[in-house]
């Protein structure tokens, strides 16, 4: 079997290599992306759930066992949110990363609730007890989930937009 001659060679091991680069600026600017989406977010909580013992007192649960990772208080950072349930600092941070991430996510994207409570079936961020919804998401992250979802239904129509 005959060898490809040298400039198709020296052309696919320039062209992967400029893929190889291209690709990995992509996900670093990705990765930096949701870094600062994480510091925003973590911005948010402090405003409504402050850390209770900030002064180096301890604070027990008020329940007794944090409802996210089922175990006791231990002398962990504990945070209160608005209806009241405290949980572990790292615990909360982990439900509103995860509820965010779902929220914005344009396949889960839905209405803002009403009233401040939780539609059913919608990945807004909420309580993980009561379901009273969580102010954590800035404007602009909303702003670029309905931008990234138009863009999307744009560029890839429906089967139905396509039938008529």
Known sequence: M???PFPIQAGMVVGGMV????WRLGVR??????RERERRMLLHLDKFAPLLDEDGSEVELADGDCCIC???GGGKPVRKILCGHSFHARCLERWVQYSVERYLDIRSFVRSPPSGFLVPGSA?????LCKKVLPVIDEADIKE????AIHF???YPTRI???H
Do not use: D, I, K, T
């Not at 893929?19 to 291209?22: A, P, Q, R, T, W």
């Not at 807004?124 to 993980?128: H, I, K, M, T």
């Open 2 to 4: 005959a060898s490809m």
């Open 19 to 22: 893929f190889l680069v291209v």
């Open 29 to 34: 600017r990705a990765w930096r992306r949701e």
């Open 70 to 72: 089922l175990s006791g």
């Open 124 to 128: 807004w961020p909420s309580c993980p």
């Open 145 to 148: 989930a309905v931008s990234a």
């Open 153 to 155: 239904h744009s560029a």
């Open 161 to 163: 937009a396509l039938l």
